[in-house]
């Protein structure tokens, strides 16, 4: 028979000790705790054991001789008010938030709410007598298993990084050379097929949306769907036990490991924003029912309500200490797996308070002042929809921000919208006018035109609407604008001048990303093409909009995998072009910066960039004290354009984005060097929606 006595408050969560296992959860306002242990599958309960000790805010107890496998859950006693923001129910069986694996699934079962429901499914406003424990996820405690990280041993200059945004189902489900058992799961993203891929593109550091245990919201549920992306979390230790065979734990660390070995980075995208408990209305799984006081930020003035600056239904609160310490842990513990960054959701969230936003919120002191996390590369999303929700640019000094502005003005400008030319000369400038004046360099500007959230790359040239017809919200969802074009036929299309400027346009968008200054980041499946079919809110359909389909990456219709590998050649070979300074118009003299001409070769002008009728521009990099020059030669408009090159050079072309296969394969200076080039003053002529690249070098750069 088990017994518990007092244990150890230090340690959070469940930790094993010589004869027994260890248990601590922190509960401000409980009044009483029950832990229950269930077999290692969950189905069946064998003992109920009060944890009698408290230290502070802090209950726990030592069992002895308990083994692993085991499952276990807690039960947390006190008042049920939900007027002052206290919602405990005994009769819920919460999921451990340090619980470090998950077993059993979840089910919208009428016993999963902590307040009760009458026969139309209303919220009566009483405690709820149903016992949740069969239908909800269980923590899991396995036998003691040996996970060996490797470091990642390139630290790759912010100059040279490319980000590849990845779901780890829904990029190898269907991948050929991915062996079939380990599809759609970390073996599966970690496969010696995806590895060469990632390699060959140039690719540095691999971001993978959420990893954790996740539930699905119950709109979802109502439709037959899932949150297939993960931005609806339940626990923060415990992985998504779909993406393995048997150990998440395990398995993400061989995954971890084989990409470390590559030189290639993990970064996580996190969700500490909100939790998957949702609204007032929504389960009682964890949080809520351990302390909702203090887990979750409430309406001041009504408590029985949340704050819900993340349009989620609740939000979680990062002032309170325990809640932040649970998130430091968290973040800690990951980086001890050898993750090497982590991307925060909602990332203006986690700096709120009830006095609003602060750069210098405590959570953000706190990940400055813990050493696993002081060297780890930080990501976040600088907005939400919170009063003062927007902070572009004026996040922590250690974020890389993902910068909407970059994706906004790019695709207005490669649409041909009037007078963009100003706005895409700024974003290809790093963002300077957003970032420089709060002191940050370029790095923390993350560039990029498409991501998971949106339209899909290749969408943005075929459809200038949405079709989110297959979410089930009669595409009321999703963004009502995605700044796309279409050339005169809605979707799919086998007219060749149609896909032919639609190639070409996709090719400039996508080097647009790769040659501005600042951190490029692309979405598995935008170097071939990959097309959710209008879809710019694809979050809940685990099918083929979301599955990559590797033909098209052996077909690359569009000629786009030739673009990301030659520019990121062009970014490893000559980092000055591309150094972490910011560089500004040299009116004379030859030095370090950017100069901004007219396609007929004189600098620009007040007037030229207010000219709603300009579509094409200029923009050269002066590197190296002038022994490095690149040209950029750009053509927004549908009608070709002959562009004067500039002197001081001797310019050879790089890449042309009208051509499927221009690229010149060997970047190389003393390559260059050796072939004919184009002399200064001499034109080339650019296609519609076009770029061309051209290098220069030597004495004949130095003097203008």
Not at 192 to 219: F, T, Y
Not at 609 to 624: F, K, T, Y
Request: proline letters at 6%; glycine letters at 10%; a negative charge.
């Amino acid at each position: 028979m088990l017994t518990i006595i007092p244990g150890d408050p230090g340690r959070l969560g469940v930790t094993a000790h010589e004869g027994g296992y260890n248990f601590a959860l922190f509960s401000q306002h409980a009044e009483a705790v029950e832990l229950c242990l269930y077999t290692a599958d969950g189905s069946t309960e064998v003992a109920r054991l009060m944890l009698t000790e408290r230290a502070g805010s802090v209950w726990h107890g030592f069992v002895p001789s308990l083994e692993a496998p085991f499952a276990y859950g807690y039960r947390v006693h006190g008042p049920w008010s939900p007027n002052r923001g206290h919602r405990f129910n005994p009769n819920k069986l919460l999921f451990d938030p340090y619980a470090r694996d998950i077993v059993g699934s979840f089910s919208w079962h009428p016993a999963a709410y902590g307040d009760a429901r009458d026969k139309q499914g209303h919220s009566t406003g009483e405690r709820c007598p149903l016992d949740s424990g069969p239908w909800v996820p269980k923590g899991l405690v396995r036998r003691p298993d040996i996970c060996y990280p490797k470091p990642c041993t390139v630290a790759t200059p912010w100059s040279q990084t490319l980000v590849w945004e990845a779901h780890v189902r829904g990029t190898t489900l269907l991948h050929p050379n991915v062996p079939e058992q380990d599809r759609g799961r970390f073996r599966g993203l970690a496969a010696p097929a995806v590895i060469d891929h990632l390699k060959a593109h140039g690719v540095s550091a691999v971001e993978l949306m959420p990893v954790q245990s996740v539930i699905s919201e119950h709109h979802l549920y109502q439709r037959n769907l899932v949150n297939f992306w993960g931005y609806n979390p339940l626990g923060w230790f415990a992985f998504n036990p779909d993406f393995a065979h048997s150990d998440p734990r395990a398995e993400f660390c061989w995954m971890v490991n084989q990409f470390h070995d590559a030189g290639i980075e993990v970064i996580l995208d996190i969700v500490y924003n909100h939790t998957g408990e949702s609204d007032s209305l929504g389960p009682t799984l964890c949080y809520r029912g351990i302390d909702n006081a203090a887990y979750y930020r409430l309406m001041p003035d009504d408590p029985q309500h949340y704050v819900n600056d993340t349009g989620c239904g609740n939000t979680l609160n990062a002032d309170h200490p325990m809640v932040r310490r649970l998130i430091i842990d968290n973040l800690s513990w990951l980086a001890s797996l050898g993750v090497d960054g982590f991307r925060f959701d909602l990332g203006v969230t986690l700096g709120r308070s009830n006095e609003g936003f602060s750069r210098d919120a405590p959570l953000w002191q706190a990940i400055r002042e813990t050493p696993m996390l002081s060297n780890r590369r930080l990501f976040t999303e600088p907005w939400d929809i919170g009063p003062g929700g927007y902070q572009l640019g004026r996040m922590p000094a250690e974020m890389v921000e993902w910068n909407d502005r970059f994706r906004d003005d790019v695709r207005r400008a490669w649409r041909g919208d009037a007078n963009s030319l100003g706005a895409l000369a700024r974003r290809l400038h790093g963002s300077a006018d957003i970032f420089e004046p709060h002191g940050r360099p370029p790095h923390c500007s993350l560039n990029y035109i498409a991501s998971h959230d949106g339209a899909s790359l290749a969408d943005l040239v075929a459809y200038t609407r949405k079709h989110n017809e297959a979410n089930g919200e009669q595409n009321r969802d999703g963004h009502h604008d995605n700044l796309a074009q279409n050339f005169g036929v809605e979707g799919a299309t086998d007219d060749p001048d149609i896909l032919a400027l639609r190639g070409r346009t996709l090719r400039s968008q996508l080097a647009t990303v790769l040659l501005a200054q600042g951190t490029p980041m692309i979405t598995a499946g935008d170097e071939f093409g990959h097309s959710r079919g209008g879809n710019n809110n694809a979050y809940c359909q685990d099918n083929e909009l979301n599955w990559l389909d590797w033909r098209q990456w052996e077909q690359d219709a569009f000629g786009l995998r030739k673009v990301v590998q030659t520019l990121m050649s062009l970014r490893k070979s000559y980092p000055a072009i591309w150094q972490d300074g910011w560089r500004h118009q040299q009116a004379h003299g030859r030095s370090d910066g950017i100069d901004w001409l007219h396609p007929d070769g004189h600098e620009m002008t007040v007037v030229d960039w207010e000219n709603s009728n300009l579509h094409g521009v200029m923009m050269r990099v002066i590197a190296d004290q002038g022994r490095q020059d690149l040209l950029l030669c750009i053509n927004t408009a549908l009608a070709s354009g002959c562009f004067q090159l500039p002197a001081p050079g001797h310019w050879h072309r790089v890449l042309d984005t009208a051509v499927v296969d221009s690229a010149v394969a060997d970047v190389h200076r003393e390559t260059l060097q050796g072939k004919i080039g184009i002399a200064a003053g001499e034109e080339t002529e650019l296609l519609s929606r076009s770029i061309q690249v051209f290098l220069s070098f030597g004495a004949e750069s130095v003097v203008r």
